[in-house]
């Protein structure tokens, strides 16, 4: 059974940085995605950052150069190094996974197309 495990998250003031970790186990695919999700109070889930199991990543527009998706592999940890955070990064954060079967990472993360997911951690930026 795959589980999802986001730790990490909290209260930092604007430009502040954390760093969410999500650990898996009962997952190992040879090509596998993992991406980042928020979802604030009142909005859409959004898409936050992918990156498959060659490490190749994708970014959503507002986080390039502030955030950066990594993961080690022989932890099966997936990362999410956040700076300069803003009070609009304010949501909760979701860790996702799967295995690459057909489309690439960036195709499943656009489409949010996961099947499994973590129970999130919280991030609050104050200004």
């Known amino acids: 059974q795959v589980q999802l495990v986001e730790s990490g998250g909290g209260s930092v003031q604007s430009g502040g940085s954390l760093r969410l970790s999500c650990a898996a186990s009962?997952?190992?695919?040879?090509?596998?995605?993992m991406g980042w999700f928020r979802q604030a109070p009142g909005k859409e889930r959004e898409g936050v950052a992918a990156?498959?199991?060659?490490?190749?990543?994708s970014y959503a527009d507002s986080v390039k150069g502030r955030f950066t998706i990594s993961q080690d592999k022989t932890k099966k940890t997936l990362y999410l190094q956040m700076i300069s955070l803003k009070p609009e990064d304010t949501a909760m954060y979701y860790c996702?996974?799967?295995?690459?079967?057909?489309?690439?990472?960036?195709?499943?993360?656009?489409?949010?197309?996961?099947?499994?997911w973590g129970q999130g951690t919280q991030v609050t930026v104050s200004s």
């Open positions: 996702a996974a799967r295995p690459i079967t057909y489309y690439s990472c960036a195709y499943y993360y656009w489409k949010a197309d996961f099947p499994y």
């Open positions: 009962g997952f190992g695919y040879s090509r596998s995605c």
């Open positions: 990156i498959d199991s060659d490490g190749s990543t």
